[in-house]
């Protein structure tokens, strides 16, 4: 049933194609149990999260649980490509950040793939426009987001066309780089 009601904006298999809504296939369980419990709880109070998540007060841990796990466990899908002057920009973000801005390198947390490290997400192939959506939330107001002190300093110095050049390269991300991260089983 909570999987019938979260297919409704993330798609059956996590792949959402609102940028309203992210994309949850593929994205890090550790991360997906923080952001419902945060929603059950009500401690992230965005505006889309007191709009749309913060009726699924009901949800049990292991509900919640086994949400993360199924989502966790759907095969990512990549984004669209963009402008590539702006994607490159955002790759040398990802990986060197911004030094004179006091800007970490995403690569940091994230991944060298984007695959997202335990409590950090999965960014890559993730709506550009969501990405952006978050780190403005992160910069502006992290009370929105009690998760996001780590955030806040990250972007605190980061322009707005900083920002979207990031959240092009991540949801563009090379396929060459997903297939590294995510090798073919052999026979």
Known sequence: MALQVCSNCHGVNGVSVSPVFPKLAGQRKEYIVDQLTDFKTHARSDPNAKRFMWGFTHLSEAQIDELAAYFSSQ???????????????????????????????????????????????RLAGQHADYIVKQLLV???DTAQRPRGEVMKAVCGNMSEQDMRAVAAFVEAFPPETEAAANPPAEQ
Do not use: T, W, Y
Request: some cysteine; hydrophobic content about 35%.
């Open 75 to 121: 095969k990512p899908a990549l984004g669209e490509s963009g402008d590539q002057s702006l994607i490159g920009a955002g790759k040398a973000i990802f990986v060197s950040g911004l030094p004179d801005k006091g800007v970490a390198a995403c690569v940091s947390c994230h991944g060298q793939h984007g695959e997202g490290m335990n409590q950090f997400p």
């Open 138 to 140: 992160f910069q502006r």
